[in-house]
């Protein structure tokens, strides 16, 4: 003799299944980190985002070495965002706009450096 | 060569211009076309056009990932390491410490190459390690990074030395004031190499757009782009005008050389299977 209840395998409704964890929310925004990163980046290596024009010049207070140890923070804490999935938006942004940052760059592909050894 | 009075040491004439030029040897004429320079070292117009591609690649990556019913968060910070060190590959590995500026100056404004920040996949590595993702993501960044290499060059083209001096009638040329500002002879046809790796990557997005779906493996539309780039940028280098490093051979030719060896191996993987068959609608 079987256990099943009949009526239960003729309900129209659908059996009850288990309740899914609610996502979680999502936070941040991957082009607000975009903006942001390279914004800051611009501001930290050029003064301004003006400096994207290679006449600006270069204005920095970060000398030898110690100019890469912001990208290294940089680097570790957008890449620390990006693997948390609560704030994954943010840190891809913020890798994003590293990447934007070193692209762009200050002014063409391959003038800047040459001028500046010509005038060494 | 130029005679006809166009190339004013001030002048900043650069669309495309046809000169009969009279051949001082036979009393002859031939036809000229120069194409200017137009916004010779403007950083802001090459950082405009290149913000351009980056845009574009950026929706066209959203867009493929949508087409094959991709949502899983973790592309996203994968999406982002894989910018991040190709961005920095393209810096570190084309350092040339013969210059000699400061590595401030280096990092701040220094030389970006195409071809070190796609080869070698490290960011997309370290990406899917730190989030668990196993799926092989090869077909889903190439026709991004060929749409951002159409579009981001063209900056280029506007703004810098386009290669080698052709010595021909025809090429890009620069007036006596912009060869002032990024070098080399005024009114002389440089070759427009970055106009070839242009349609270069134009071609090769058509063909990925058409065979995107039926390469035999995940991740073969990948190593066949880098592959077909390889073979084509060791070409171009012989008129893009690069400092030649040794036996005639420039600095990306020689770093070619040793991938090539990688890609070799690589590819047979790729054509020793045949094309699957054409799927319509979504493809997982």
Request: charged share 15%; glycine share 14%; with cysteine.
């Amino acid at each position: 003799m079987s256990d099943d209840n009949p009526e239960e395998a003729w309900s129209p409704l659908p059996p009850p299944r288990e309740e899914e964890p609610p996502p979680e929310p999502r936070r941040g925004s991957i082009l607000l980190g975009i903006l942001l990163g390279t914004t800051a980046l611009y501001a930290l290596y050029f003064g301004t985002t003006r400096g994207i024009a290679p006449d600006e010049g270069y204005k920095t207070f970060l000398a030898g070495p110690a100019a890469l140890i912001p990208i290294g923070a940089y680097l570790a804490i957008a890449g620390a965002l990006a693997i948390r999935p609560r704030t994954s938006r943010w840190g891809a942004g913020l890798l994003i706009g590293l990447g934007v940052f070193i692209l762009l760059g200050g002014g063409i592909c391959v003038m800047a450096l040459s001028q500046m050894s010509r005038r060494i | 060569m130029i005679t006809s009075g166009r190339w004013s040491p001030t002048g900043t004439s650069w669309w495309a211009s046809v000169h009969r030029v009279p051949e001082a040897s036979n009393g002859h004429c031939y036809t000229l076309l120069m194409i200017g320079l137009p916004f010779a070292g403007d950083g802001v117009v090459h950082a405009a056009v290149l913000g351009l591609g980056i845009r574009a690649a950026l929706l066209f990556h959203a867009y493929e990932k949508l087409r094959r019913g991709l949502s899983d968060p973790r592309l996203r910070p994968i999406a982002g390491f894989a910018v991040a060190f190709g961005a920095i590959r393209s810096r570190v590995l084309k350092w040339d410490v013969s210059r000699q500026v400061s590595l401030a100056d280096w990092w701040g404004n220094g030389d970006r190459s195409i071809l070190t920040g796609l080869v070698g996949a490290c960011g997309v590595h370290l990406g899917k390690r730190l989030t668990g993702y196993r799926e092989s993501i090869g077909d889903l960044l190439p026709p991004a990074v060929a749409l951002a290499l159409v579009i981001g060059p063209v900056g280029c083209l506007l703004t810098e030395l386009p290669g080698t001096p052709i010595g021909g009638a025809w090429g890009i040329a620069r007036t006596p004031g912009q060869a002032a500002t990024v070098g080399g002879p005024p009114g002389v046809g440089f070759q427009p190499s970055i106009a070839y790796e242009i349609v270069f990557h134009m071609a090769a997005f058509e063909l990925m757009w058409r065979f995107r779906d039926r390469l035999p493996r995940p991740g073969d539309l990948f190593i066949c782009y880098v592959t077909s780039y390889a073979f084509f940028r060791f070409g171009v280098e012989f008129v893009r005008g690069n400092e030649v490093l040794w036996l005639g051979m420039s600095r990306p030719q020689w770093f070619l050389l040793g991938i090539f060896l990688l890609l070799f191996w690589r590819m047979p993987r790729v054509f020793g299977k045949s094309l699957r068959p054409k799927l319509e609608g979504r493809v997982a």
